[in-house]
């Protein structure tokens, strides 16, 4: 079991940085790098939210995010507005022109991923869908 573990892992981990250089190509030449566009992602899944919401995700301090929202913020990729019910509050919410960048970052990954699929059969790729599935499953 030793060496399928460690065959595993080296396999996740050259895809995973393959995959991972060719999202950074893909988007050399996009306005919005990748940590913004997942910063992005992470807005518009929360809804307005409060940037502390936004670094627990991702697992920083609140003050990289400031600095992302400023950046998202300046190009029109994001808002920030004071809540409502706590006037103390600031929140940040996506922007339509935020929502267009990231329906074209989507489609630039799901075709990246696309191409790497095409060197499945549909069959396998099936199974390595469900494989994945069930190793990424809570239970």
Do not use: W
């Amino acid at each position: 079991m030793e060496t399928e573990v460690k065959r595993f892992q080296e396999a996740v981990q050259t895809f995973t940085h393959k995959l991972q250089n060719a999202l950074a190509d893909a988007f050399r030449d996009s306005p919005l790098t990748l940590p913004q566009m997942f910063m992005l992602r992470q807005v518009q899944l929360k809804g307005p939210c409060k940037l502390a919401a936004i670094a627990e995700k991702m697992e920083v301090k609140p003050s990289a995010v400031t600095v992302m929202i400023d950046r998202l913020e300046n190009g029109g990729y994001v808002i920030r507005h004071h809540d409502t019910v706590d006037r103390r509050s600031v929140l940040v919410e996506i922007t339509p022109r935020g929502r267009e960048a990231l329906e074209e970052g989507h489609r630039v990954r799901d075709e990246l991923l696309g191409r790497y699929l095409t060197r499945l059969t549909p069959e396998e790729v099936v199974t390595i869908t469900e494989l994945m599935e069930k190793l990424t499953s809570e239970s």
